[in-house]
């Protein structure tokens, strides 16, 4: 048998969602794999296909477009044991995608290249870090693609102080823009701001990277929460300000009262995060936050071994 666990993807925002023509960019940004668990996936040989656990009709879908692609791979039942909950901002529908198409693959003996494997099960079309994170973990930086193509944008996996602990607020099922609503929201998107992509690269490049690299907490994290908010505003055409709703607000001015210095949204949320500079005090702020509803887990940033058998516990969580 094999068991796949992923980690989750903290997505702080593209550097642009609709196409830059002076800049020949769209899309790019900056996230982080961590620790948390988003999917665990086991599976074993079998005379015949099959899914089971949760999101099965998912799983089926995802199986289906590998089958086609690939009829000769070898039979095998799949279980999904665990998943985050879903269209929070913690890119499980990426992580559940690779981490099938790299059970079949594994099985099968296929050479395994994530963006070869992404394309197949339709993911990365917009960002690539999920699918670099998949494999690498790290800090990613998305450097963007060129509008008109479909070659995904180069993604590069950079270190982060292994100290840096994140608290991840995941809250109860509520859920952000997905499936059909996003993808109107991107057509309703108005006009880029060109000074804002130029910010927000800038931002990314030159001041959050060069913090992580010398190890410089404060800097990293007084900036990460001024790029997801500048991130967050281009879509107040389609969310509440700069974040997905007036609760979102609510609840990152509380982390913010106790302490939370670098916080903000993952991708449409709702899912939020801080991070902090041990796990000493992300833990002293689970304690003193109280954020009803929510489930609070300490993460660190993922290193690379996705593959590996699931017996440590998953993850340490307060709710509140």
Same mark, same amino acid.
């Given at each position: #048998?094999?068991?796949?666990?992923?980690?989750?993807?903290?997505?702080?925002?593209?550097?642009?969602?609709?196409?830059?023509?002076?800049?020949?960019?769209?899309? !790019?940004?900056?996230?982080?794999?961590?620790?948390?668990?988003?999917?665990?996936?086991? !599976?074993?040989?079998?005379?015949?296909?099959?899914?089971?656990? &949760?999101?099965?009709?998912?799983?089926?879908?995802?199986?289906?477009?590998?089958?086609?692609?690939?009829?000769?791979?070898?039979?095998?039942?799949?279980?999904?044991?665990? #998943?985050? =909950?879903?269209?929070?901002?913690?890119?499980?529908?990426?992580?559940?995608?690779?981490?099938?198409?790299?059970?079949?693959?594994?099985?099968?003996?296929?050479?395994?290249?994530? =963006?070869?494997?992404? %394309?197949?099960?339709?993911?990365?079309?917009?960002?690539?870090? !999920?699918? @670099?994170?998949? *494999?690498?973990?790290?800090?990613?930086?998305?450097?963007?693609?060129? =509008?008109?193509? *479909?070659?995904?944008?180069?993604?590069?996996?950079?270190?982060?102080?292994? *100290?840096?602990? &994140?608290?991840?607020?995941?809250?109860?099922?509520?859920?952000?823009?997905?499936?059909?609503?996003?993808?109107?929201? /991107?057509?309703?998107?108005? %006009?880029?701001?060109? $000074?804002? @992509?130029?910010?927000?690269?800038?931002?990314? %490049?030159?001041?959050?990277?060069?913090?992580?690299? @010398?190890?410089? /907490?404060?800097?990293?994290?007084?900036?990460?929460?001024?790029?997801?908010?500048?991130?967050?505003?281009?879509?107040?055409?389609?969310?509440? $300000?700069?974040? $997905?709703?007036?609760?979102?607000?609510?609840?990152?001015?509380?982390?913010?009262?106790?302490?939370?210095? !670098?916080?903000?949204?993952?991708?449409? $949320?709702?899912?939020?995060?801080?991070? /902090?500079?041990?796990?000493?005090?992300?833990?002293? &702020?689970?304690?003193?936050?109280?954020? =009803?509803?929510?489930?609070?887990? #300490?993460?660190?940033? #993922?290193?690379?071994?996705?593959?590996? &058998?699931?017996?440590?516990?998953?993850?340490?969580?307060?709710?509140?």
């Amino acid at each position: #048998m094999i068991r796949i666990q992923t980690g989750r993807r903290l997505h702080f925002g593209l550097f642009s969602p609709l196409p830059v023509p002076e800049l020949d960019l769209v899309y !790019g940004g900056l996230g982080v794999m961590v620790d948390a668990p988003g999917v665990v996936v086991a !599976g074993s040989p079998s005379n015949g296909w099959s899914v089971t656990g &949760f999101q099965k009709e998912r799983g089926e879908g995802i199986l289906g477009r590998l089958i086609a692609a690939h009829p000769a791979l070898t039979p095998i039942n799949i279980k999904v044991e665990y #998943m985050a =909950p879903a269209h929070q901002g913690w890119g499980t529908g990426s992580q559940l995608a690779m981490a099938i198409a790299q059970m079949c693959y594994k099985t099968s003996q296929l050479e395994w290249y994530a =963006p070869d494997a992404a %394309k197949l099960v339709g993911r990365g079309q917009r960002s690539g870090i !999920g699918i @670099v994170g998949f *494999d690498e973990g790290g800090l990613l930086l998305d450097h963007g693609k060129s =509008p008109g193509t *479909d070659r995904p944008g180069q993604v590069e996996s950079l270190p982060l102080p292994l *100290d840096w602990t &994140f608290v991840l607020v995941e809250p109860g099922q509520e859920q952000g823009l997905h499936s059909e609503e996003e993808r109107r929201a /991107f057509s309703r998107l108005s %006009k880029i701001n060109v $000074g804002t @992509v130029s910010q927000l690269r800038t931002l990314a %490049k030159e001041v959050l990277i060069p913090a992580s690299n @010398v190890g410089d /907490f404060d800097r990293f994290a007084r900036h990460l929460t001024e790029y997801n908010r500048l991130a967050g505003s281009f879509y107040h055409g389609v969310q509440h $300000g700069d974040y $997905g709703t007036r609760q979102t607000y609510e609840r990152l001015a509380l982390m913010e009262k106790q302490g939370a210095v !670098g916080r903000g949204q993952s991708s449409w $949320g709702p899912g939020l995060f801080a991070v /902090f500079p041990t796990p000493q005090k992300a833990q002293t &702020f689970c304690e003193r936050c109280p954020l =009803p509803g929510c489930r609070l887990i #300490m993460a660190q940033v #993922m290193k690379p071994s996705i593959i590996r &058998f699931v017996t440590e516990p998953m993850a340490r969580t307060l709710t509140s």
